[in-house]
């Protein structure tokens, strides 16, 4: 492992890290190829909207957000600048929150930290977390690793190729990505009371807001359910 990446760990790396890091890159197969499907859907959607090659591929690569980047293409298509922006930043909200989750797991310098922060993504997030609360930060980083080169890469092959709406509808890709994250939301689940809590509350909140608003701004407000994680698990103190 390279001296950089020693340094992304806290310092030296332990054969455990290695281990950890190796295992994460693993887990982040699954995930990773679920975001290679819809990354060929945005890159096919941003060439259709007359973004050319580089500059969606440049996007994938720097914001690494689905959620993100899909929410500033359609808002650009109809609104204005300013709206795409604050729409993707409130998008992006959640991650204010893991992050605060994840803060006490980082180790080492103010650099070291902000820079090991930035392999957080949903589905890292989820396999890096332990049964004690915490999170294995090298296995978090390499959850992320996979799944950045299949986002880039299915960028650029989605705005190459650019295949169609209905044939990826008629192959059920366009389905391959929300069930994935199903399934990691359902084991999740399954290791928490409280999790299971929030979830429900979630799609509680979510179903009454479609009937007064737009199904993004109905997602955005069924966020406001992790707020549970403030509270202690059973047999926690406040």
Sequence with gaps: MSRAASSMFGGAASGDRRAEFIDGMRLGIGPGSAAFVLALSFGAEAQARGWGFALPVLFSMFAFSGSAQFTLLTTLASGTALAAITSATLINA???VMSVALNN???????????????????????????????????????SVPQW?????????????????????????DVAFPA????????????????????LLGGAI??????VTSPGYALLGATAAALLGVLPEDGETA
């Design 149 to 173: 080169l299949l986002w880039v890469s299915g960028t650029a092959i989605g705005a190459l190729t650019s295949p169609s709406p209905d044939l990826m509808h008629k192959l059920g890709i």
């Design 94 to 96: 959640r991650y204010l």
């Design 206 to 211: 979510a179903g009454v807001l479609l009937f």
């Design 105 to 143: 797991s980082l180790q080492g310098s103010r650099l070291s930290r902000a820079l090991q922060a930035q392999a957080l993504v949903d589905a890292s997030f989820v396999v890096a977390h332990r049964n004690d609360g915490g999170f294995d930060v090298a296995r978090l980083i390499g959850a």
């Design 180 to 199: 994935f994250f199903l399934l990691l939301a359902l084991d999740e689940l399954r290791r928490s009371r409280r999790a299971l809590v929030a979830g």
